[in-house]
């Protein structure tokens, strides 16, 4: 089974960038991968997805505008680029391919967005 690691995360201040990777130990030309991630106390909650061929981008509503996702498919890796990072962006983020692919979550990145 493909596993994916997170890594990128830290504490950065509002308006900072961060930059998300997440490197599967195979290949990921063939599905898409999800972006998610899981506040304190909260449910976890989609962020950002795309296609295995870049063509088909979605972002939640809290996001767009701000976080880009990309892939490079020849390095099996998936990026989240953040941008004017808020507070309440803070959370643990995690990568995601489908379920018939991966079942179960990784270890997440965690990102700190505070002054």
């Known amino acids: 089974q493909v596993q994916f690691v997170e890594s990128g995360g830290g504490l950065v201040q509002p308006g900072g960038s961060l930059r998300l990777s997440c490197r599967a130990s195979?290949?990921?030309?063939?599905?898409?991968v999800a972006w998610y991630r899981q506040a304190p106390g909260k449910e976890r909650e989609f962020v950002a997805r795309?296609?295995?061929?870049?063509?088909?981008?979605n972002y939640a509503d809290s996001v767009n505008g701000r976080f880009t996702i990309s892939r490079d498919n020849d390095e099996n890796t998936v990026y989240l680029q953040m941008n004017n990072l808020k507070p309440e962006d803070t959370a643990v983020y995690y990568c995601?391919?489908?379920?018939?692919?991966?079942?179960?979550w990784g270890q997440g990145t965690q990102v700190t967005v505070e002054s």
């Open positions: 195979g290949s990921i030309a063939s599905f898409y």
């Open positions: 995601k391919p489908p379920s018939t692919i991966v079942s179960s």
């Open positions: 795309i296609t295995r061929d870049s063509l088909i981008i």
